[in-house]
């Protein structure tokens, strides 16, 4: 089969490797019909963090039919249509009754990688796999693309609307404009926000931010963007905070803008070796966040939101690519000429 192989930084290429095979009874070998690139696929790929050369891809995110499965699975069966979360929940420990099951006790494993593929074996399959409805060809490409955002990122922009609380009437602010930031828009609104403050520089993203439910748009980063919330709060700042980038700027800004014991929801996978907590601790921040629980969310409400048309977040993905192309798909996001790239295999 086909796998997208790092290379090096700036550069992913295909590599015909064996396919891959049920190796414990809790194993589904999935044939992928979508997956794409994540932000956090570009760090590496930017040069921004050590990988290995020649190493597999850091793709983790993808929709796809049962090929075959283990003796221990008993929700999904061959020729199934479902949704591989980058998180392999148990859903019986502790973490994942709690509804963190990003944080699976069970699993040391617990993390998707190498998804960028053919095929893919997905691990601890028998409570993470999300099941969907009929058969790819049942729904248009429009529904495949948020069907495949289900797989991450608008589980974890629901993720950080969730741990922020979030609720009727709240004030937000959407720190960062990626898939993730723009998804954490879409949440804010689903769990009844009535001011959402999206933080975006880049016309696209502003435009689609606005689509999905944002009232206030904020171009400028740093203290200029601190004050433009303030202004816009009336010097109250946020109820809840949504950081969804994981830079030290982007959690300095999210620790200012929120009032005094609002919660900042955080979800940006952090890059910063240290975290100033004296200022939150003289405002009472409470901060909350980590990996987010797919197929929680999936199971409780994203999936049947997506499948009512309640909520549109496929529409993050504005370029699409074939398996063969992915270093050109890597490249449209890195130069931001996408905000997220899709791989139709």
């Not at 590496?44 to 221990?72: C, F, M, P, Q, T």
């Not at 980590?290 to 549109?312: E, F, N, R, W």
Request: with cysteine; hydrophobic share 40%.
């Amino acid at each position: 089969m086909k796998t997208a192989i790092f290379e090096q930084a700036g550069k992913v290429a295909i590599e015909n490797v064996d396919k891959p095979v049920i190796k414990a009874g809790d194993d589904a070998i999935i044939k992928v019909v979508r997956t794409c690139v994540c932000g956090s696929d570009l760090w590496a790929y930017r040069g921004l963090e050590d990988k290995a050369a020649h190493s597999a891809n850091s793709g983790h995110e993808a929709i796809g039919i049962v090929d075959s499965v283990g003796s221990d699975i008993t929700t999904v069966k061959p020729g199934d249509f479902v949704i591989a979360p980058f998180t392999h929940g148990c859903g019986h420990c502790a973490a994942c009754l709690a509804g963190f099951d990003g944080d699976c006790q069970s699993h040391t494993d617990n993390f998707s990688e190498g998804v960028q593929s053919e095929y893919v074996r997905f691990q601890h399959a028998d409570w993470a796999l999300i099941k969907v409805p009929g058969q790819p060809a049942d729904y248009s490409d429009e529904m495949l693309k948020s069907l495949l955002s289900l797989a991450d990122v608008m589980a974890t922009g629901y993720h950080a609307a969730r741990v922020a609380n979030v609720k009727t009437g709240d004030t937000v602010v959407v720190v960062g404009d990626g898939a993730v930031g723009l998804c954490g828009v879409i949440a804010a609104k689903l769990r009844g926000a009535k001011r959402i403050v999206a933080m975006s520089r880049h016309e696209d993203r502003q435009q689609l931010a606005i689509e999905f439910g944002a009232t206030d748009i904020i171009a400028e980063r740093g203290d200029e963007a601190v004050e433009k919330v303030m202004v816009l709060t009336n010097n109250a700042g946020a109820d809840a905070v949504l950081e969804c980038v994981g830079t030290e700027q982007s959690n300095d800004t999210a620790m200012k803008v929120g009032r005094p014991g609002a919660i900042v929801g955080r979800v940006g996978l952090p890059h910063e070796p240290k975290m100033d907590m004296s200022s939150s601790f003289y405002k009472n921040t409470i901060i909350a966040g980590g990996p987010a629980s797919v197929t929680t969310y999936d199971k409780q409400i994203l999936l049947k939101a997506v499948l009512d048309g309640d909520i549109h977040p496929g529409k993050v993905f504005t370029k699409s690519f074939k398996l063969d192309d992915i270093d050109d798909a890597y490249q449209a996001m890195a130069k931001r000429e996408a905000i997220k790239s899709l791989i139709v295999l």
